[in-house]
């Protein structure tokens, strides 16, 4: 370990607390805390968007996915960015018109059932927490690697830091440390993009075919079906890619700190320009990994090859370049859980104790009090159940976490916008099946039961095919919304009416001025 590592990595810290400091000073109130008072213009959400978005599992896991697999490493840069697409046109503005401070008011601003809020809050933590166990398995693998702590120490170096972020400086540190992140995440991958495109002499022909070379996969590299070799299999994954982004807590959380929905969709556009740069460059690192870096070494320095990235730092700018990235790296899943643990103490501060225990009745001092003890709590259980997970490949973990949100919350959310028939039944039944489905079927799938040892969580045969279950319960989410629904005699067609033209106008629209 170099003094260039430590300096940088310290550097990065100190910025990223200096920030905290000066936003702590502006956190007052519970809109402060929940979504910077909604203060944020649309080039910022839109960075601090794609830097929350681009995670661990961007960052290193798909970077050691390509390296590993290939073309079906890819998968999940062109899933990921597609789902914007279903955010931007289905989701942002709708529900920046009808929410305040967390998903479960979006579709409350329809039902106003306790119940219903109960089951989103739910919801919330559950994604968050599994997001969030990704983020941490990958800062502990690079911290290990680094300075050659144990794994679990590491783990809980990161939580600790996170959770300072979200105790004191709320959205407003959590929204100012990913905008950081993203400009010195998106500096780092262009940087190593040149530098590999510089050792194929600027020719990504050739680029293609030497990969196919320097593999023991030879031209199967470049195909799809050396990872995924079940079709049914791959397409469930894409669903869950595809759709899940839409019903993440801590994305859809960013649409609320910014002042209207206009604003909220050139957030989108931004964010999605530059994740679709991003993603387009994972190539390069992947590729790169797999040339320079090499299949055995990867493997060795992390089972699920969430080192390839900066290990071929190492390998083509030294140990300067290898400290910046893996300083980058760290920001990247600081930023990240910062702003799962600030949606998943929402979620229980703001509706389960503001709304449901104390009947919106907490003031601001309980609920901002509420949240930074939901945060701890948070933290605490993401970090414990992080420890178990250390081999696991991250943009794995995170592809169950957008399977549980496409299966449990997007069906909510187009049903509530979109269908007047919906009542709070359908609310109800959609989001409870979507949640149990998803979490029931993983707990029975080949990626915790695998009859090889070592492979998954488990020894043993799964009862269930397909390593992530989104073909089935996404279905099985929208599919319990409409039975709950037909099956229920309840019925407010008057309140949709009122729901369609706040969706869609923004009109009386708590904070909106006309």
Same mark, same amino acid.
């Given at each position: 370990?170099?003094?260039?590592?430590?300096?940088?990595?310290?550097?990065?810290?100190?910025?990223?607390?200096?920030?905290?400091?000066?936003?702590?000073?502006?956190?007052?109130?519970?809109?402060?805390?929940?979504?910077?008072?909604?203060?944020?213009?649309?080039?910022?959400?839109?960075?601090?968007?794609?830097?929350?978005?681009?995670?661990?599992?961007?960052?290193?896991?798909?970077?050691?996915?390509?390296?590993?697999?290939?073309?079906?490493?890819?998968?999940?840069?062109?899933?990921?960015?597609?789902?914007?697409?279903?955010?931007?046109?289905?989701?942002?503005?709708?529900?920046?018109?009808?929410?305040?401070?967390?998903?479960?008011?979006m579709i409350n601003s329809r039902f106003d059932a306790s119940k219903v809020?109960?089951?989103?809050?739910?919801?919330?933590?559950?994604?968050?927490?599994?997001?969030?166990?990704?983020?941490?398995?990958?800062?502990g693998a690079l911290i290990q690697l680094l300075f050659g702590i144990p794994y679990w120490a590491a783990v809980l170096i990161v939580g600790v830091m996170m959770t300072i972020y979200v105790l004191f400086g709320g959205m407003i540190a959590t929204s100012w440390v990913q905008i950081v992140k993203a400009v010195l995440l998106m500096a780092g991958m262009v940087v190593m993009t040149f530098l590999v495109l510089l050792k194929f002499n600027f020719n990504i022909g050739q680029m293609f075919t030497d990969v196919k070379s320097v593999t023991a996969h030879g031209e199967a590299y470049l195909m799809p079906g050396l990872q995924y070799t079940e079709p049914l299999s791959t397409i469930s994954l894409m669903l869950a890619l595809v759709l899940g982004t839409a019903g993440l807590p801590h994305i859809l959380m960013r649409f609320f700190t910014v002042r209207d929905a206009p604003t909220a969709r050139s957030s989108v556009v931004i964010a999605t320009w530059v994740i679709g740069i991003f993603y387009v460059l994972t190539l390069f690192l992947g590729f790169g990994a797999a040339a320079f870096v090499g299949y055995e070494n990867i493997l060795a320095a992390n089972p699920g090859g969430n080192m390839a990235a900066p290990l071929l730092a190492q390998v083509i700018g030294g140990d300067i370049l290898f400290a910046f990235i893996s300083a980058v790296a760290f920001a990247t899943i600081l930023a990240v859980v910062a702003g799962l643990v600030l949606?998943?103490?929402?979620?229980?501060?703001?509706?389960?104790?503001?709304?449901?225990?104390?009947?919106?009745?907490?003031?601001?001092?309980?609920?901002?009090?509420? /949240?930074?003890? @939901?945060? !701890?709590? =948070?933290?605490?259980?993401? %970090?414990?159940?992080?420890? +178990?997970?250390?081999?696991?490949? $991250?943009?794995?973990?995170?592809?169950?976490?957008?399977?549980? /949100?496409?299966? @449990?919350? !997007?069906? =909510?959310?187009?049903?509530? %916008?979109?269908?007047?028939? +919906?009542?709070?039944?359908?609310? $109800?039944?959609?989001?409870?099946?979507?949640?149990?489905?998803?979490?029931?079927?993983?707990?029975?799938?080949?990626?915790?039961?695998?009859?090889?040892?070592?492979?998954?969580?488990?020894?043993?045969?799964?009862?269930?095919?397909?390593?992530?279950?989104?073909?089935?319960?996404?279905?099985?989410?929208?599919?319990?919304?409409y039975l709950g629904t037909i099956l229920s005699k309840e019925t407010d067609m008057k309140r949709y009416a009122e729901v369609k033209v706040k969706a869609n106008t923004g009109y009386k629209r708590s904070g909106v001025s006309h």
């Open positions: 370990m170099s003094a260039t590592v430590v300096i940088l990595f310290l550097a990065i810290v100190i910025l990223t607390l200096v920030i905290t400091f000066f936003a702590a000073r502006k956190t007052q109130t519970a809109g402060d805390f929940y979504t910077a008072g909604g203060g944020l213009t649309g080039m910022q959400n839109g960075l601090a968007i794609a830097g929350d978005y681009l995670s661990a599992a961007s960052f290193l896991g798909i970077a050691g996915a390509i390296a590993l697999y290939g073309f079906d490493g890819f998968f999940y840069s062109i899933g990921f960015l597609i789902a914007y697409l279903v955010v931007l046109f289905l989701v942002a503005e709708p529900l920046r018109n009808l929410g305040k401070f967390t998903l479960a008011d809020r109960g089951a989103a809050a739910l919801n919330t933590i559950t994604i968050s927490t599994f997001y969030m166990v990704a983020q941490l398995v990958g800062a949606s998943g103490a929402s979620a229980f501060a703001h509706d389960l104790y503001g709304q449901i225990i104390k009947k919106g009745k907490a003031t601001e001092r309980e609920q901002v009090r509420a /949240a930074r003890y @939901a945060s !701890l709590a =948070v933290s605490v259980l993401s %970090i414990v159940l992080a420890l +178990f997970a250390q081999y696991l490949n $991250v943009a794995f973990l995170v592809s169950l976490a957008f399977c549980i /949100a496409a299966s @449990a919350n !997007l069906p =909510v959310i187009l049903y509530t %916008i979109y269908w007047k028939r +919906f009542n709070t039944a359908g609310a $109800v039944t959609a989001m409870l099946t979507g949640l149990f489905s998803a979490l029931i079927l993983v707990s029975i799938s080949p990626s915790v039961f695998s009859p090889v040892e070592g492979a998954a969580l488990f020894v043993g045969e799964p009862i269930f095919p397909l390593t992530n279950p989104a073909l089935v319960s996404v279905p099985l989410g929208f599919l319990g919304g």
